[in-house]
């Protein structure tokens, strides 16, 4: 499948400039909050508490709402995960904010492109788990 095939079927579109300095304004506040601890931002249950990262999360999520960008709520072990034999750490630590990028090569003179998912912590869950609320764009 080449990559226009690719685009055809996926229906990938670029952000524009104004939805990346968004994104960017957002994602600037959310490394400011995580730059020091804080030991106080879930509750007991595991659900965060904080009125800053709360309004983070709603930032993000009425940005993709605005400019229809794909969000999905991800589960995933903890790193490191916990050995074998050990009981499972309640209200394991998770980090905060994570991102990954995936560039897709063209064929003949297209140049591809690029795909960033970056996932911010929504719920730090019981038994080695944290939940993420992941924003995938295409570059």
Not at 14 to 38: D, G, L
Not at 118 to 125: A, D, E, I, V
Request: proline share 5%; with cysteine; aromatic share 8%.
């Amino acid at each position: 499948m080449t990559t226009t095939e690719f685009r055809t079927k996926v229906k990938v579109t670029r952000r524009s400039e104004a939805q990346k300095r968004e994104f960017a304004a957002i994602e600037r506040r959310a490394r400011a909050f995580m730059v020091r601890e804080h030991p106080d931002m879930f509750d007991a249950d595991g659900n965060v508490v904080d009125a800053t990262w709360l309004r983070i999360l709603a930032d993000l999520d009425a940005w993709a709402a605005r400019h229809k960008v794909r969000m999905k709520e991800t589960e995933r072990d903890r790193d490191p995960p916990v050995p074998e034999g050990i009981a499972p750490i309640i209200l394991a630590r998770c980090p905060s904010q994570t991102m990954t990028t995936e560039h897709i090569r063209g064929t003949g003179g297209d140049p591809g492109f690029t795909i960033e998912t970056s996932c911010y912590l929504k719920r730090r869950g019981l038994f080695n788990r944290c939940v993420y609320n992941c924003y995938t764009q295409y570059l």
